[in-house]
C-alpha cells in the first residue's frame, strides 16, 4: 500500500500541473521525436529511435508514479491543525543554543521541500527531531555534521 502525504493546496495544484503538462505537451513531444527518429531509416541501426522509445518508457514511467503520488495525496486544513506542537506545514522558529543564530522553517513535503525558500521536508532530520515538540522545548538533533540543541521559539501557521 502506498504512502499517503500531506500537501498544501499549493503544492498538489503544482503536482497536478505537472502530471497535466507530461500527457499532454510531454507526449507530443517524445512522441515527435519518435517520428523523426523513424523517418530517418532502418529502426535496427537506428541509435536515435531506441533513445527516443527509451524516452518514452521513462516518461511514461513519471506518469504512472505521479498519479500514483496524486491519488494518496491529501489536503491539509491548517484552519483546524494545532498551534501548540510542531506538526506538517508549521513554520517553526528555532534559535541554535550553542551559536545564538535564529531561523525559520516550514516544514512541508517531499516534493515541496525548497531550502531557499526555508521549506524542508518533513523527512529531514531536522523536521524529525521538531515534530510533536512545543515551544521552549530544547531538543538535541543529529544531522550530517554532528549534534545540535535546538530551542523552539516560536510556531505558527503560513
Not at 518533513?122 to 530544547?138: D, W
Request: charged share 30%; no cysteine.
Amino acid at each position: 500500500m502506498a504512502e499517503v502525504s500531506y500537501y498544501t493546496k499549493e503544492g498538489l495544484d503544482k503536482l497536478k500541473e505537472e502530471l497535466q503538462y507530461l500527457k499532454t505537451t510531454g507526449r507530443t513531444n517524445i512522441a515527435n521525436a519518435i517520428a523523426e527518429a523513424r523517418d530517418k531509416g532502418d529502426l535496427s541501426e537506428n541509435a536515435e529511435y531506441d533513445a527516443a522509445k527509451e524516452a518514452q518508457g521513462l516518461h511514461e514511467t513519471k506518469i504512472a508514479k505521479m498519479e500514483e503520488v496524486l491519488s494518496n495525496a491529501r489536503i491539509l486544513d491548517e484552519s483546524k491543525m494545532d498551534t501548540s506542537k510542531v506538526l506538517a506545514l508549521s513554520v517553526v522558529k528555532i534559535k541554535n543554543v550553542k551559536t545564538g543564530a535564529s531561523m525559520s522553517y516550514q516544514l512541508v513535503s517531499e516534493s515541496e521541500a525548497d531550502m531557499k525558500a526555508g521549506k524542508i521536508s518533513v523527512t529531514s532530520p531536522i523536521a524529525k527531531g521538531l515534530l510533536g515538540k512545543s515551544v521552549g522545548e530544547v531538543i538535541e538533533i543529529t544531522v550530517p555534521a554532528g549534534k545540535i540543541e535546538f530551542e523552539i521559539q516560536e510556531i505558527s501557521r503560513q
